[in-house]
């Protein structure tokens, strides 16, 4: 499956943005699916992620209460919603699929995930 990532730019702190994960090539619907991100001099970690049925989420501490990850598998697209930004939220989005016969697990860890996409970067101004 090919993964293209969407819906980045320049925010101002508070503000919104909803970055977009298109999916091709195989039946998307059959993916778990996960955003990651890297800021400037760390290590890419993780931010979200979702069953291929959409009824379990995961979201990590530093972003709870302020994204969401809907999916449309219908539009094989999956997409973060992000509000309350703040500039430590500054970093290269990536989204990522892997492969889930179950519908009911999500992963959090890079190395469950086997495809990826090119990342989109958001930037947050104080």
């Known amino acids: 499956v090919q993964l293209q990532a969407s819906g980045g730019g320049l925010v101002q702190a508070g503000g919104s943005l909803r970055l977009s994960c298109a999916a091709s090539?195989?039946?998307?619907?059959?993916?778990?699916t996960g955003w990651f991100r890297q800021a400037p001099g760390k290590e890419r970690e993780f931010v979200a992620a979702?069953?291929?049925?959409?009824?379990?989420?995961y979201y990590a501490n530093s972003v709870k209460g302020r994204f969401t990850i809907p999916r449309d598998n219908a539009k094989n697209t999956v997409y973060l919603q992000m509000n309350s930004l703040t500039p430590e939220d500054t970093a290269v989005y990536y989204c990522?699929?892997?492969?889930?016969?179950?519908?009911?697990?999500?992963?959090?860890?890079?190395?469950?995930?086997?495809?990826w996409g090119q990342g989109t970067e958001v930037t947050v101004s104080s």
């Open positions: 090539g195989r039946t998307f619907s059959r993916y778990a």
């Open positions: 979702i069953s291929w049925s959409g009824g379990s989420v």
């Open positions: 990522a699929a892997a492969e889930d016969s179950t519908g009911t697990y999500y992963y959090t860890q890079r190395e469950d995930y086997n495809y």
